[in-house]
C-alpha cells in the first residue's frame, strides 16, 4: 500500500474530483483538430435512438442510426474543405453507439470534429420552458411523436449553445451538394431574419390551418406557394445572435403569448417546434428567410391523393439535400432522381 504526504493527497484529491466533475456535465468533446473559429461550420443533431419515443423496437432503433451513418456520411463525402463541428444532442446512455458510427463515419478526416451535449441535462434545466412548448405544440396524444423531448429543442437553441450561427438538421437528410453551399445561404438573410428554412412541401398545413381558413375566407394561410405553406425544419439556418436579441422573438416563451398566438390560428398542432416556427411564421414572417426547396426536399408523400399535393410538392430544380421525412425513400446517390 503506497504512502502519500498529505500535500499529495490533497492533489490527487482535487484532480480527482475534477474529473468527477466533468464527467457529470457529460459534454465530450472530441476537437482533436480545429479550424480557425471564424470558418468552422457548426452543425446541431438531434440523435435519440432508444425505445422513449412511440415504444420503438431495435429495428426502428438500427434504422435511425443508419440514417445518421447517411447523413454523416455525404457531408463527409461532399464538404471535403470543410471545417465542420458537430453538436450532437443525445440520452447519455446512447453516446457509446452514435460515437461508433460518427468514427466510422467520419474516418480520418481531421477537419470534422464533434461533441456531445448531454439531453438528460438539456431536459432538467429547461423542464419548464420544455413543458411550456408541450402546452400548444403537442396535443397529448403519447402516440404522436411530439411527446418526446427532443420535439421542442430548437427554439431553445439560443440558450443552449453560445455560438453566433448554427445548422440544426434531422437525422433523415442526405447532401448532394457541399454544407460550405447551405452555410452560404445566411448571406442571404435580412436585417430582420432570425432563421431560414424551406416551406412545408404538402397540403398538411392547409389541413392544420383548417379552422382559421373557414373563419378567414380569402387567407393565404395554408395555401400553396406563393400562398403560406407552413415551415419544415427538417433543416434550419438559425442565426443564435439574432435570436437572442429579438425582442419579438423572445416575447412569445410565456403561456399568455403564447395562447393568444395558437387561440389566433386555432391550429391543430402534433409537430412539437415545428408547429412553433410556423404558426410564429404566420404571425411575423419578417422573421424567417425561405431557404429554396433544393435545400429540403422532402420525399414524403403521405398526402399524396390530396388533390393540390403536386402543388405543394412541386420542386424542379437540381436537388442539394434531400430529407426523408416519414420514413420516406431517398433517391440513390449514383441514380438521376
Not at 456531445?116 to 396535443?139: C, D, G, H, Q, V
Request: proline share 3%.
Amino acid at each position: 500500500m503506497p504512502r502519500f504526504t498529505f500535500r499529495q493527497f490533497v492533489v490527487i484529491t482535487v484532480l480527482t474530483f475534477g474529473l468527477f466533475h466533468q464527467l457529470t456535465l457529460f459534454i465530450c468533446d472530441k476537437d482533436t483538430t480545429k479550424g480557425p473559429s471564424n470558418t468552422t461550420i457548426e452543425v446541431v443533431i438531434t440523435c435519440a435512438t432508444n425505445k422513449r419515443i412511440l415504444n420503438i423496437t431495435k429495428k426502428s432503433d438500427s434504422k435511425t442510426l443508419e440514417k445518421l451513418r447517411t447523413l454523416l456520411g455525404s457531408i463527409n463525402k461532399t464538404s471535403e474543405e470543410s471545417y465542420i463541428r458537430f453538436n450532437l444532442i443525445s440520452y447519455e446512455e446512447e453516446i457509446p453507439r452514435i460515437e461508433s458510427v460518427l468514427q466510422s463515419t467520419i474516418g480520418l478526416n481531421k477537419k470534422i470534429t464533434y461533441r456531445f451535449e448531454s439531453l438528460n441535462r438539456i431536459a432538467e434545466s429547461y423542464r419548464s420552458e420544455i413543458n411550456l412548448s408541450k402546452n400548444y405544440t403537442w396535443s397529448g396524444d403519447q402516440r404522436f411523436k411530439a411527446s418526446d423531448v427532443t420535439f421542442h429543442l430548437r427554439p431553445l437553441f439560443p440558450k443552449i449553445f453560445s455560438y453566433e450561427k448554427v445548422i440544426a438538421l434531422d437525422v433523415d437528410l442526405d447532401f448532394r451538394c457541399s454544407i460550405k453551399l447551405l452555410h452560404k445561404q445566411f448571406e442571404n438573410l435580412y436585417e430582420n431574419n432570425i432563421a431560414a428554412l424551406a416551406y412545408n412541401q404538402s397540403p398538411y398545413y392547409r389541413r392544420a390551418f383548417r379552422s382559421y381558413r373557414i373563419k378567414n375566407p380569402g387567407t393565404h394561410i395554408g395555401d400553396f406557394f406563393p400562398g403560406y405553406q407552413g415551415l419544415n425544419t427538417g433543416v434550419m439556418l438559425m442565426n443564435l445572435e439574432k435570436m437572442r436579441s429579438s425582442k419579438v422573438y423572445n416575447s412569445y416563451f410565456t403561456h399568455a403569448s403564447l395562447k393568444t398566438l395558437f387561440r389566433k390560428y386555432n391550429m391543430t398542432s402534433l409537430l412539437g417546434d415545428q408547429d412553433f416556427f410556423t404558426v410564429l411564421g404566420a404571425e411575423h414572417p419578417d422573421l424567417f428567410y425561405i431557404l429554396d426547396c433544393t435545400f429540403n426536399r422532402q420525399m414524403d408523400s403521405f398526402e399524396f391523393s390530396h388533390s393540390l399535393f403536386d402543388k405543394y410538392h412541386k420542386c424542379d430544380e437540381d436537388i442539394n439535400i434531400y430529407h426523408g421525412n416519414g420514413d420516406s425513400i431517398i433517391p440513390s446517390s449514383n441514380v438521376d432522381p
